[in-house]
C-alpha cells in the first residue's frame, strides 16, 4: 500500500466571538480539512483542525521492548534495615 499524502491544511484566523458563535460550523468545516486558528485580541491562542482518520494513526506495537529490561530475582526482597530507617525517618 502506498503511503498517503498528506493534505495541505487551508488556515483561517477567527476570532474567539466569531469561534463562539458559529463553534458546530466551524467544527464541520475542520473536519472537512479546514485548519481554523482561534484569535483573542488579534493573537493565536488555539488551533481547531480534523482528526486524523482511525487507519492513519499510528499506534503502539506490542513486544518492541521485548527483551530491552530486566528485573533482578530479589526485587521484590524486603529492604536492608540501613535502607528502610530512611524511608520511615527512624534514628538508628
Given at each position: 500500500m502506498a503511503p498517503r499524502k498528506k493534505k495541505r491544511?487551508?488556515?483561517?484566523?477567527?476570532?474567539?466571538?466569531e469561534a463562539?458563535?458559529?463553534?458546530s460550523e466551524l467544527v464541520e468545516q475542520a473536519a472537512q480539512g479546514r485548519e481554523i486558528v482561534i484569535a483573542k485580541s488579534g493573537k493565536p491562542k488555539a488551533r481547531l483542525v480534523p482528526l486524523a482518520p482511525k487507519d492513519t494513526r499510528h499506534l503502539?506495537?506490542?513486544g518492541l521492548g521485548k527483551g530491552r529490561?530486566?528485573?533482578?530475582?530479589?526485587?521484590d526482597a524486603?529492604?536492608?534495615p540501613e535502607i528502610l530507617r530512611l524511608f520511615t525517618g527512624e534514628s538508628g
Open positions: 491544511l487551508v488556515r483561517e484566523l477567527v476570532s474567539l466571538y463562539k458563535t458559529h463553534l503502539r506495537k506490542y529490561g530486566w528485573i533482578a530475582d530479589d526485587f524486603p529492604l536492608p
